[in-house]
């Protein structure tokens, strides 16, 4: 294949994303001495995401289909421009199989799984069914689409409450629902199947058991186009609202100093991935209950939010192996045993939403500065006058901390949380320092439900501090003294 | 100068700054302080210092914390409110709308209007759905009554703030 040939040669990467991972991306490509290309719409022209782009291109349109879902806008640009790869990012195309298929044929670099794996694991029906024959525990359920809300009674009734409703095509916690009875069953059937029409342009939906006390652990895996597999340990994500993540560290505190279960479950994820010939970054979630044993969830075939804990405990440059790997070089990993894990890595991810409610909150920010202690990693998209609009996911940035232990992460992790200031802008950083400074976090004990049950949310102190707004007014006064 | 900082509740408090002394080109002082039924319920003074580009404040001259440095701010945020912030005048004609009243919280689409003009509901009923940042919302009604007034369509797409029903 021609890409092989140019295999040394400077190649030009157009970035089909925006905010923090479009950065992230241009800074792998710098690195490699390849061209990184970025592309901004009509309500982006000052996308701070550019900052570490070589070259710039608008791309007329303001809403996702116009711009970062424009596949014909998109091979348009790939042919004007000689883009030799085309690195999605997460969300929009990232885990498109059509897409990927067609730069295929094109002769383009998609700079992630090959199409057949996005296309098996994108599903959730199959994808179980994969798991299945190839001997990784799944949870019970239905392996096909239920048609009517007749149907999922009946399965709901067979496996027994609590169940979950998913949306087949769902992924990020869109298009779940849990359920406790006949009556929610039949409230959420339509709103799941609207909800993942909407977001997924597919609305069947599967019927399957809610583990109880879960804690939600994935494997990181990359692999090449030779066949090598590799996993980089397992982070856990339990800490979420709405099915989505906020916090995130690695290792699993649950796992702990259990090496045979985590060797067992980082196995698992590599045999996984090697069923499906897989050649990129990937990650395996599994759901794992109170007795320690885990059940394949899904297997997201791009790369994540939350993969750079693993980049800290594991030293690994996650996206810089995509790229390689995609061009179908080597990922200058000896073996295995090469990857080795030290520390504690802990993420908060930073959003744009009400901290007690948790609802996006829209925004501009009028004042943002930062003022870490040492080693912090500050992942974001973030400046003064960034205008955070109801057309996107609402996180802004990734704030990632590390130490020896996990009670350093912690330490330093709360010390980060005090020196990030946003203004402006409703954020849950106030959320983030409860979490840090509360109990059962602190112990590492807590499950998928920990936001419901241990509600931190409640003890965000709300009182106006008189102190903060004279503060910041007292700011606005020098500065119009013309300090 | 009196500033008025109002939520969207309607909470209102006055901040006055009572003096400046200027230390320095580089060092500011200011004394404020809040005001409630015309008494003074919190004072305090605020040092302001520029150092490599930044600003530091402080409330004893000595111990400094960084600030996220603003234009003059239209809002401020406290934790999970954002007051609007009125610096020498309090803005006239802000008035809370009646409780059957349903206003966007925040900017979003209409992806389902459950009821009709004319319809009765109860309180706590779901009478829309707002799409926001890829998330359903369910928009319920505070009081019962019947449907007045919907000023809005399915796959309107609103800013914050904006009237979508009445309900009497």
Known sequence: ?483 | MRSYLIDSEQNEYIVDLRKTIKHSSELVEFEFSTIEDNKVVDSKNVFIRKLAGNYYCSFDNKAWRKLARQHVPKKLLNVDRVFDLYRGYKPSGLSSGASGDLLTQMPGKIVKINVKEGDTVEAGDCVLILEAMKMENEIKTSIGGTVKTIHVSEGDALDSGVLMMEIE
């Open chain 1, 1 to 483: 294949m021609n890409i092989r040939l140019r295999e040394s040669e400077p190649k030009r990467i157009l970035i089909v994303n925006r905010g923090e991972i479009a950065s992230r991306v241009a800074k792998a490509c710098r690195e490699l001495g390849h061209t990184a290309v970025g592309i901004f719409t009509d309500n982006e022209m000052n996308a701070a995401h550019l900052e570490f782009c070589d070259e710039w291109i608008h791309m007329k349109g303001s809403t996702n289909a116009e711009t970062y879902l424009n596949v014909e806008g998109l091979l348009k640009i790939i042919k004007d421009n000689n883009i030799d790869g085309v690195h999605p990012g997460y969300g929009f195309l990232s885990e498109n199989g059509a897409f990927a298929k067609t730069l295929e044929k094109e002769g383009v670099a998609f700079i992630g799984p090959h199409a057949e794996a996005i296309r098996v694991m994108g599903d959730k029906a199959t994808s179980k069914a994969l798991a299945r024959d190839a001997g990784v525990p799944v949870v019970p359920g239905t392996a096909e689409a239920v048609p009517t809300v007749e149907k999922a009674l009946e399965v709901a009734q067979e496996i027994g409450y609590p169940v979950l409703l998913k949306a087949v095509a769902g992924g990020g916690g869109r298009g779940m629902r849990a359920c406790l009875n006949d009556e929610e069953v039949k409230a959420q059937f339509e709103a799941v199947g609207r909800e993942a029409v909407s977001a997924f342009g597919n609305g069947d939906l599967l019927v399957e058991k809610l583990i109880v006390n879960p804690h939600h652990i994935e494997v990181q895996i990359m692999a090449d186009k030779n066949g090598n597999v590799f996993h980089f340990y397992e982070r856990e994500c339990s800490i979420q609202r709405r099915h989505q993540k906020i916090v995130e560290e690695a290792p699993s505190p649950f796992i702990g100093e259990d090496e045979e279960l985590r060797k067992r479950i980082c196995d698992t994820a590599v045999k996984l991935a090697k069923a499906v010939n897989y050649d990129s970054a990937g990650t395996v979630e599994f759901i794992m209950g109170e007795d320690k044993n885990f059940y394949f969830l899904e297997m997201n075939t791009r790369i994540q939010v939350e993969h750079p804990i693993t980049e800290e405990i594991t030293g690994a440059d996650l996206i810089i192996c995509m790229i390689q790997s995609a061009f179908g070089e080597d990922l200058q990993i000896p073996s295995q045993e090469w990857i080795k894990k030290t520390g504690h890595a802990i993420e908060c991810r930073i959003c744009a939403e009400d901290p007690i409610t948790m609802l996006p909150a829209p925004g501009k920010v009028t004042g943002f500065e930062t003022n870490f202690p040492q080693g912090v990693r500050f992942d974001h998209c973030l400046y003064r006058g960034l205008d955070v609009t109801p057309d996107f996911d609402p996180m802004v940035g990734k704030l990632v901390a590390k130490g020896l232990v996990r009670d350093v992460a912690i330490r330093k992790m709360r010390a980060a949380l005090d020196g990030l200031y946003i203004e402006g802008l409703k954020n849950n950083i106030p959320l983030h320092k409860v979490i840090m400074d509360e109990e059962e976090f602190r112990e590492g004990s807590y499950t998928t439900d920990y936001i419901k049950k241990v509600a931190p949310q409640e003890r965000i102190n709300t009182d106006v501090d008189f102190g903060s707004v004279y503060k910041k007014l007292a700011a606005a006064e020098a500065r119009n003294m013309g300090m």
